[in-house]
């Protein structure tokens, strides 16, 4: 069993691969390596040789945090970023986690106790199950799948879950049997007893944000935020679209990193020239910057398979995947991390949705404007409870009240549904929208390809300084992400990003792309494993070309998914 679950996780870094065992515990890891890359080999040990760590993404401050360390330890300190977490967990206990910054998931090992934490966005992935006879954890559900070899039964209310919100709620995953480390928790695990506590919730961290200014308190955290996404000893790629936020991303690199590429996605359909390409090329070259552009067309029916099935655990809950795909294709081939602006339109109010909730809030209910919401994430969210009514099966009619809060709460800001709307909305991208599909498929996707993804706007300190400012200071009406273009004020480049800018997939219709695919991609749905599970009223399956193209999408990775699983 041991030797299945670490020959499932070769994928999730090639860098080298690493054991530990004693009587008690089996660790294995799988290492991208973009710190300390020769010697930082896992499993880590601390300095007095009393805990085991094996780990998965960055500590991306850990420079600033050696210094805190018990000078014993800081003396004999081996390199790396996580052996700084392991020589502050055994200085300090849980309490060492509370400073770290960055995208990672740790367990660590005493000969007694197991400790398993996850960063508080969830940025990266950690699951485990957990019986009288055995405790298994892993990055991937699908390595345990490995590790267990069957015996794991399908979460049906996850899976309906998944189809009318596009994730799973709280801990659970698409098996019973199968949890998640939520964002920002801690398990230890001492013989038969398995407790739970939570790190400190996002905003408790606005004290390091205070100070005069706030604008140029802002700035600085920006700043931070750049100086710490760079982190790594090896180049670095940018994904860049022309955008303010991949366009602060891209400049704080050039100043401060080996930067191997810029890379730009563009269409390659139609005769005209993308928009998102045309407005690339126009502040590359104010930057004085060589793209690499990257064509790109919907993958065909096989090819998409293929993505779903080859680097992904779990159903995607957007296509977005396929663009992301290309992108981590391309960036693969010049350096380990790439660099992008996700999260910025969350973190300084970039949506129009934000700035109509600004007009609506004297007038309506978060939740009533949820529910009228065009944005289709934010408008299911609401509705849940009509779409068990329209499309569940008869089995799961009591499902309309599952959970009793469809959003899922806790999330960090769920306060400020009353007192402050517009933040609440942001909050609930963040924190709840993004977790499944942009942090996990992102994530899972990137390591497959052999690429690790970053951006400086899941910074937490940034994240917990701009959601502490007065709505009025975070949002202006006229101004888009106004305290991010302070970052080119005065500059040749402080002109270019006043103009509405293209979404990335305008370009790209997924409805035409399922009608021109219709045949194989409606049977694929109708003849594959949905159709016995009762899940779904027998009306859904048929009558899918009434559906939004987006739950015909959920649909299909479904369907994908499960057929891989029976196929294994």
Not at 350 to 363: E, F, I, K, N, S
Not at 415 to 421: I, V
Not at 477 to 502: D, G, S, W, Y
Not at 506 to 516: K, R
Request: with cysteine; aromatic share 8%; hydrophobic share 40%.
């Amino acid at each position: 069993m041991a030797r299945r679950l670490g020959a499932s996780l070769a994928h999730r870094g090639r860098s080298g691969a690493g054991t530990y065992v004693d009587d008690l515990v089996s660790l294995h890891s799988a290492r991208h390596a973009v710190i300390a890359i020769e010697e930082a080999r896992q499993p880590l040990r601390d300095s007095a040789s009393n805990y085991v760590l094996v780990g998965n993404g960055e500590i991306l401050n850990y420079q600033d945090l050696k210094a805190t360390l018990p000078p014993d330890r800081r003396r004999r300190l081996q390199p790396g970023d996580l052996q700084v977490a392991v020589e502050l967990f055994a200085a300090q206990g849980v309490a060492g986690f509370e400073p770290l910054r960055g995208p990672f998931a740790l367990a660590i090992w005493d000969g007694d106790e197991l400790t398993l934490v996850r960063d508080r966005l969830g940025e990266r992935p950690l699951y485990y199950y957990d019986t009288p006879d055995l405790f298994m954890f892993a990055s991937e559900v699908r390595c345990l799948e490995a590790a267990l070899e069957g015996g794991l039964t399908l979460d049906e209310a996850s899976i309906l879950c998944f189809v009318g919100l596009g994730r799973t709620l709280s801990e659970n995953t698409l098996y019973k049997e199968i949890k998640s480390v939520s964002p920002g928790e801690v398990l230890q695990l001492k013989g038969e007893r398995l407790s739970r506590r939570r790190l400190a919730p996002i905003p408790d961290l606005i004290e390091a944000s205070a100070g005069p200014g706030i604008e140029e308190r802002v700035q600085y955290l920006i700043r931070q935020a750049n100086h710490r996404m760079l982190v790594a000893d090896c180049p670095v790629t940018v994904g860049f679209s022309g955008g303010i936020d991949s366009t602060v991303v891209l400049q704080a690199a050039l100043e401060g990193a080996d930067v191997a590429a810029a890379i730009t996605i563009f269409s390659d359909r139609g005769p005209g020239i993308d928009a998102n390409l045309r407005r690339s090329r126009a502040v590359a070259t104010l930057m004085n910057v060589d793209l690499l552009e990257v064509p790109f067309t919907i993958p065909s029916l096989e090819e998409t398979t293929s993505i779903l099935d080859d680097t992904l655990d779990a159903p995607a809950a957007e296509p977005l995947v396929l663009h992301n795909n290309a992108l981590h294709v391309a960036a693969r081939d010049h350096a380990p991390v790439l660099l992008g602006g996700h999260g910025a339109d969350e973190v300084f109010g970039g949506y129009d949705r934000y700035h109509a909730l600004l007009a609506d809030a004297q007038r309506s209910t978060t939740l009533e404007w949820m529910s009228a919401s065009l944005w289709e994430r934010w408008r299911r969210t609401a509705g849940w409870s009509t779409f068990v009514e329209e499309i569940a099966g008869d089995a799961y009619a009591s499902y309309a009240d599952f959970a009793n809060d469809t959003l899922g709460r806790p999330f960090p800001y769920e306060y400020a549904e009353d007192t402050d709307p517009v933040l609440f909305g942001q909050a609930l991208d963040l924190f709840r929208l993004m977790s499944y599909d942009n942090f996990r498929a992102t994530d899972e996707n990137g390591i497959a390809q052999g690429v690790e993804v970053r951006s400086p706007y899941f910074d937490l300190d940034l994240i917990a300084g701009v959601f502490a400012l007065p709505l009025d200071r975070r949002i202006m009406p006229a101004t888009k992400k106004h305290l991010l273009q302070q970052e080119f004020r005065n500059t040749p480049l402080e002109q270019e990003f006043t103009a509405k800018k293209v979404g990335f997939d305008d370009a790209f219709s997924y409805a035409d792309w399922m009608h021109e695919n219709w045949p194989q991609f409606s049977s694929t749905i109708i003849q594959g494993p949905l159709a016995a599970m009762d899940i779904l009223r027998p009306t859904t399956l048929q009558h899918l070309s009434t559906l939004d193209w987006r739950l015909l999408w959920r649909l299909f990775s479904l369907t994908t998914w499960l057929n891989r699983r029976r196929r294994q």
